[in-house]
C-alpha cells in the first residue's frame, strides 16, 4: 500500500529542512558617538542623541546586535576620551574590541548648509530660514578594518514667516532649533541605507 500524498510532501519539505545551512549569526556591533566635520563642529551638541537614536534604529532591523550604548559610554570615559568629539577608526576599533565587538559604527554630520530668502510683495513679505543636514554612518570590522557597510542621509527644516510690510517682521527659528527638527528621523533612514550595503 502507498503512503498517502500529503505524507510524502511532508516527508521531502521535512529533508529539505534538514539540510539547510543554520541562519547567518548576525554581527555583533558598537556605535560610537557622532562626530561633526570641522567646518559643522558649532553643531557637537546636536549629534549627541544621534548614536542611541541609530543604535535603536539597527536594534529594531534585526540585523545586528548591539553593544548597549551606556557601556559604550562607560568605557569612553574611562578611557578619559572625550563623549562630544569623534573617535578616530583605531580607536573605535581597540573599543570595539575590548567590549566584544565584532564591528563598530562610526557615524557623523557631515554637512549642514543654512540658506536664507526674503521676498515682499505689494502688502505683504515673506522671510524663510532653511536649514538641510547631512549624515553619514560606516560599519567597519574591528579586526581587519574592513568596511563593511556605508549609509547616508538627508534632512531638511525651515521657517517661514509672513508680515504685512509695514508690520514687524517677527522671528525665524534659530539655526540650532532647525538643526534639531532636520535630524529628525534621520537615524532610522540612516539606518535603512546603511543595512542595504551589508552583506
Given at each position: ?49 544621534l ?48 567590549l ?23 502688502f ?25 557597510a ?50
Amino acid at each position: 500500500m502507498r503512503p498517502p500524498l500529503a505524507v510524502l510532501c511532508l516527508l521531502c519539505a521535512l529533508a529539505a529542512c534538514a539540510h539547510k545551512a543554520p541562519p547567518r549569526e548576525r554581527l555583533v556591533a558598537a556605535v560610537m558617538p557622532f562626530s561633526c566635520a570641522a567646518s559643522e563642529a558649532e553643531h557637537a551638541e546636536e549629534a549627541k542623541g544621534l548614536a542611541d537614536a541609530l543604535t535603536v534604529a539597527l536594534v529594531r532591523s534585526g540585523r545586528l546586535r548591539l553593544v548597549e550604548r551606556d557601556r559604550v559610554d562607560a568605557l569612553l570615559s574611562e578611557a578619559r576620551f572625550d563623549l562630544s568629539g569623534a573617535v578616530d577608526s583605531a580607536r573605535a576599533a581597540q573599543i570595539g574590541k575590548q567590549l566584544g565587538a565584532a564591528a563598530v559604527v562610526l557615524g557623523s554630520i557631515t554637512s549642514v548648509a543654512l540658506r536664507e530668502e526674503a521676498s515682499s510683495g505689494d502688502f505683504s513679505g515673506k522671510s524663510k530660514r532653511t536649514v538641510d543636514v547631512e549624515i553619514q554612518a560606516r560599519l567597519v570590522d574591528v579586526q581587519t578594518g574592513e568596511l563593511l557597510a556605508a549609509g547616508r542621509a538627508t534632512g531638511s527644516a525651515k521657517s517661514v514667516e509672513k508680515h504685512a510690510i509695514s508690520g514687524d517682521p517677527g522671528q525665524l527659528a534659530e539655526p540650532p532649533a532647525l538643526v534639531l527638527k532636520a535630524l529628525q528621523g534621520l537615524p532610522d533612514k540612516l539606518a535603512k541605507d546603511l543595512l542595504k550595503t551589508l552583506r
